[in-house]
């Protein structure tokens, strides 16, 4: 979902910068920040992830809870 977010110059250019360093669009450092954020304070569940051959593979879930 799109919508609207101010924030000061300081903050968005602090983002926009570790962004850059990342390779991210300031969007999904954002977004990767939020995601951290709601995991360490238990709101968003960690990514389910299984081994195979020794490669680590990360199953997602839709929006109605199914993988």
Do not use: H
Not at 45 to 51: C, E
Not at 53 to 59: E, N, P, Q
């Amino acid at each position: 979902k799109a919508f609207p977010l101010r924030v000061s110059v300081e903050i968005f250019e602090a983002v926009r910068l570790w962004s850059d360093d990342e390779l991210r669009s300031v969007n999904a450092q954002i977004e990767y920040l939020l995601r951290d954020a709601l995991r360490g304070a238990g709101r968003l569940p960690r990514p389910l992830s299984l081994m195979v051959w020794g490669v680590r593979i990360r199953l997602v879930q839709d929006d109605a809870g199914r993988r």
